[in-house]
């Protein structure tokens, strides 16, 4: 139940609506902003469009993804408050499980959203949360509240998980020589295209089967996640990714079916 409105698990959107709510209630709580919703429903556009699974190109890119996230020395998982939102417990356990930081960094920053978010994140286990009181360091070359980041975080990062990005932080990011990780249903994204590695799936399904593959290839050696990495490559997913959509939009319009979900 949401809001007093009972939303059954039988309803054919129901995980859809599901998430909706989750950001609804977080732009209620002021962590959320307008902005994000519409983000929000930019990305639900491109999730039916893959038919709102987690395809093979983006397990692919899992896959590199948690392999840079062990072979870091100084991985940082960055959140807003979408994110804040709808995976904090996965963020934390995926953080935990790489040893990575996590960091609050947002492009609509206030005080009062950087607290909300970290209270959210501390109390589903967070021991140290960044970019609260210490984001007094600076990205070059960006401009926005986002350049704003701790000097214990993603400022002497090696490898940075920026999921649902703006396209600037990512170019900034890769102009300092960091490894960016993207999270974004949108293949044709700047964001997407700016990133080393692009998991073009829902963060609601991306985050737990990041989980799920850092838990079993925490035990695999360092040359074998370098081999995962040495093997990958982003401009060959995303384009794998293009083609999937273009191809099941036309066998949808074959059969005469054009219901996307």
């Given at each position: 139940?949401?809001?007093?409105?009972?939303?059954?698990?039988?309803?054919?959107?129901?995980?859809?609506?599901?998430?909706?709510?989750?950001?609804?209630?977080?732009?209620?709580?002021?962590?959320?902003?307008?902005?994000?919703?519409?983000?929000?429903?930019?990305?639900?556009?491109?999730?039916?469009?893959?038919?709102?699974?987690?395809?093979?190109?983006?397990?692919?890119?899992?896959?590199?993804?948690?392999?840079?996230?062990?072979?870091?020395?100084?991985?940082?998982?960055?959140?807003?408050?979408?994110?804040?939102?709808?995976?904090?417990?996965?963020?934390?356990?995926?953080?935990?499980?790489?040893?990575?930081?996590?960091?609050?960094?947002?492009?609509?920053?206030?005080?009062?959203?950087?607290?909300?978010?970290?209270?959210?994140?501390?109390?589903?286990?967070?021991?140290?949360?960044?970019?609260?009181?210490?984001?007094?360091?600076?990205?070059?070359?960006?401009?926005?509240?986002?350049?704003r980041v701790s000097p214990k975080g993603i400022l002497v990062a090696d490898v940075v998980l920026v999921p649902l990005e703006d396209g600037d932080r990512t170019e900034a990011l890769r102009k300092m020589g960091k490894t960016v990780i993207a999270i974004d249903l949108?293949?044709?994204?700047?964001?997407?295209?700016?990133?080393?590695?692009?998991?073009?799936?829902?963060?609601?399904?991306?985050?737990?089967?990041?989980?799920?593959?850092?838990?079993?290839?925490?035990?695999?050696?360092?040359?074998?996640?370098?081999?995962?990495?040495?093997?990958?490559?982003?401009?060959?997913?995303?384009?794998?990714?293009?083609?999937?959509?273009?191809?099941?939009?036309?066998?949808?319009?074959?059969?005469?079916?054009?219901?996307?979900?």
């Amino acid at each position: 139940m949401v809001d007093n409105v009972e939303i059954p698990p039988t309803h054919p959107r129901y995980k859809s609506l599901i998430i909706r709510e989750k950001l609804v209630e977080g732009f209620k709580a002021g962590y959320v902003v307008p902005q994000g919703l519409i983000a929000h429903g930019r990305g639900e556009c491109f999730d039916y469009l893959i038919g709102e699974e987690t395809a093979p190109f983006a397990k692919k890119a899992i896959d590199a993804a948690i392999a840079a996230l062990l072979l870091a020395k100084h991985p940082v998982i960055s959140v807003n408050g979408n994110v804040a939102a709808l995976t904090p417990g996965e963020v934390v356990e995926l953080a935990n499980i790489i040893g990575a930081r996590v960091e609050i960094n947002l492009f609509y920053r206030t005080e009062d959203r950087v607290r909300k978010i970290a209270e959210i994140l501390r109390k589903h286990g967070a021991q140290e949360v960044l970019g609260v009181d210490d984001a007094t360091a600076t990205i070059p070359e960006l401009y926005s509240e986002r350049r704003r980041v701790s000097p214990k975080g993603i400022l002497v990062a090696d490898v940075v998980l920026v999921p649902l990005e703006d396209g600037d932080r990512t170019e900034a990011l890769r102009k300092m020589g960091k490894t960016v990780i993207a999270i974004d249903l949108n293949p044709f994204s700047r964001t997407a295209r700016a990133a080393n590695i692009t998991i073009v799936d829902n963060i609601v399904r991306a985050l737990p089967l990041m989980i799920e593959r850092a838990k079993e290839l925490k035990s695999k050696n360092r040359e074998y996640l370098r081999s995962i990495l040495d093997s990958y490559n982003n401009d060959a997913v995303l384009k794998e990714a293009i083609r999937y959509i273009a191809e099941r939009l036309l066998k949808l319009s074959e059969c005469g079916r054009v219901t996307l979900y």
